[in-house]
């Protein structure tokens, strides 16, 4: 069965200084991996996604998550944090190959940027 | 503009009376789903379903009802709203062809439910 875990339910960081949410996974040998990104009172927008290609991917906005199978971590950073960032953040896992409906969340971090 | 539309986006209601929340989507996705979001739990699946007349229990169905009976539409419905329904809901659609768990899923705004 697939699972993550976001170790972290709040982080907080200064204005310009770099930003890491982590996240652990578990899953099939195919798996996709997904960092969506909610800012208060809207909907979840796609930060970026990995799929099978290059294990460092780039998102909107300045962030970027690489893809370490050897230690299924899928960790999400930005070199600076604006205050524009802070919001709510959901790492997600699905099976790659799967038609189906395998999606399963991780319970969110919540970004707090201080000015 | 590609979306998914939920409606009402803010709604307060007393328990047992009944409600419909509507979804719809204009990108042709066969695959839609209902999520319900609470402080600490992240996104819980309530129902999804894979295309037209096919719908499934995601993990917390439990008072609740959906329908698919056409391709765009997918609406949530409490037959009768206890408080512990209250919460923040979501609605997202993708398409299932090709390596489907790869495809992104577009996200509702959202609808805040509050059963007194």
């Known amino acids: 069965a697939q699972s993550v875990t976001q170790l972290d339910s709040h982080v907080s960081v200064s204005e310009g200084t770099p930003v890491l949410l982590r996240c652990n996974y578990s899953?099939?040998?195919?798996?996709?991996l997904f960092w969506y990104v909610q800012h208060p009172n809207k909907g979840l927008q796609l930060l970026l996604k990995?799929?099978?290609?290059?294990?460092l991917v780039k998102g909107i906005n300045g962030f970027e998550a690489e893809f370490k199978k050897s230690e299924t971590s899928f960790h999400l950073t930005k070199p600076s944090a604006h205050m524009s960032d802070a919001a709510e953040y959901f790492c997600?896992?699905?099976?790659?190959?799967?038609?189906?409906?395998?999606?399963?969340f991780g319970a969110g971090t919540i970004l707090r940027v201080k000015s | 503009e590609a979306q998914v539309t939920q409606n009402p986006r803010y709604l307060i209601t007393v328990t047992g009376k009944k409600l419909t929340v509507t979804c719809s989507q204009n990108?042709?996705?066969?695959?839609m789903s209902w999520y319900r979001q609470d402080p600490g739990l992240g996104l819980r699946q309530i129902y999804y379903?894979?295309?037209?007349?096919?719908?499934d229990k995601g993990d917390v169905p439990e008072g609740y009802k959906v329908s698919r009976k056409e391709k765009r539409n997918f609406p949530l419905i409490l037959e009768s709203p206890s408080p512990n329904q209250t919460s923040l809901y979501f609605c997202?659609?993708?398409?299932?062809?090709?390596?489907?768990?790869?495809?992104?899923?577009?996200f509702g705004a959202g609808s805040r439910l509050t059963v007194l």
């Open positions: 997600v896992v699905s099976d790659r190959m799967e038609y189906g409906n395998k999606l399963v």
């Open positions: 997202a659609s993708r398409k299932n062809t090709g390596a489907s768990g790869a495809n992104v899923l577009t």
């Open positions: 990995y799929t099978s290609a290059a294990t």
């Open positions: 379903s894979m295309n037209v007349e096919v719908t």
């Open positions: 990108m042709n996705h066969e695959y």
């Open positions: 899953s099939s040998y195919s798996p996709s």
